[in-house]
C-alpha cells in the first residue's frame, strides 16, 4: 500500500484519485508513526517552500520520512514535495529541506528570458536521461503538466529529465530510492499515470 503524506500543503484528492485509477490502493496518512506501515511514500506539495518545510517539521512527519527514506523505502516527492527534497531554498529567504538530494531551489527567473512569464503554467516535455526508474513507461518528449516559479538546482548525476522553457530546467531527479518531479504526474494525463504506475514498481534499495 502506498502511503501520501499529509501535513496540510498538498492535493491529496487528485492524487488519491490518480492511485485509484490505476489500480494501487492509497491511504492519505496524518500519522508520523504509521509511514513504517507502508510499501512507498507519496511526498505532495503545494505552495511557497518556507511555509511547508515548517509544516513537514512541526507535524513530526520530516523524522519518519527520513528514516525510510533511509532504509531504502521508495519516495515520490511531486512539485513542491519535490523541492522539499533538496538541501535548501531560496524562496522569500532562506530555508533547509530534507537533504535528501543534495542541491538548491532557485528561482527560475534567474536562468530564464525576461520576456517568459512566470510560473512556467502548463504543458511542457521531457527530456529524459534514461527510461528508466518512473520513466520505464514512458516515451522521451512525453508533455507533461507544469506549475512553479522555482526548480532545482544540483550534480547532474541527480537529474534525470529536465523541460525546456527559455533554459534547460531540471524536472525530475533521483538519489537511489528516493525520486522527484516537478510537474503534477496526476494533472498528466495518461502520460502522469504511467509515471505513478512505473514509480509503484520500482524496487527498494538495501
Keep these: 500500500m502506498i ?5 496540510g500543503v498538498g492535493n491529496l484528492f487528485s492524487l488519491s484519485s490518480s492511485f485509484a485509477a ?4 492509497v491511504e492519505i496518512v496524518s500519522n508520523p508513526n504509521a509511514l513504517k506501515n507502508f510499501e512507498r511514500i507519496i511526498l505532495p506539495g503545494v505552495g511557497a517552500f518556507g511555509d511547508a518545510a515548517e509544516k513537514l517539521f512541526s507535524s513530526g512527519m520530516a523524522g519518519p520520512l527520513l528514516e525510510e527514506a533511509g532504509n531504502g523505502k521508495p519516495i515520490l516527492g511531486i512539485c513542491l514535495g519535490m523541492q522539499l527534497l533538496f538541501t ?4 522569500f529567504g ?4 530534507l537533504n535528501l538530494i543534495p542541491g538548491e531551489v532557485r528561482a527560475i527567473s534567474e536562468i530564464i528570458p525576461e520576456s517568459l512569464k512566470i510560473p512556467q503554467m502548463g504543458w511542457n516535455s521531457l527530456s529524459i536521461k534514461n ?9 522521451n518528449g ?11 538546482r544540483c550534480d547532474e548525476k ?3 529529465s529536465t523541460t525546456n522553457y527559455g533554459a534547460d530546467i531540471v524536472a525530475s531527479v533521483q538519489n537511489k530510492n528516493v525520486y522527484g518531479v516537478q510537474f503534477h504526474p496526476e494533472k498528466s494525463g495518461n502520460v502522469g499515470l504511467n509515471i505513478l504506475r512505473a514509480f509503484c514498481e520500482v524496487k527498494a534499495s538495501c
Design 158 to 160: 541527480y537529474i534525470t
Design 94 to 97: 532562506e530555508y533547509e529541506g
Design 22 to 25: 490505476i489500480g494501487q490502493e
Design 88 to 91: 535548501k531554498s531560496y524562496e
Design 3 to 7: 502511503a501520501i503524506i499529509n501535513y
Design 131 to 139: 527510461l528508466d526508474g518512473v520513466f520505464s513507461k514512458s516515451n
Design 142 to 152: 512525453d508533455y507533461v503538466y507544469f506549475v512553479h516559479s522555482y526548480s532545482a
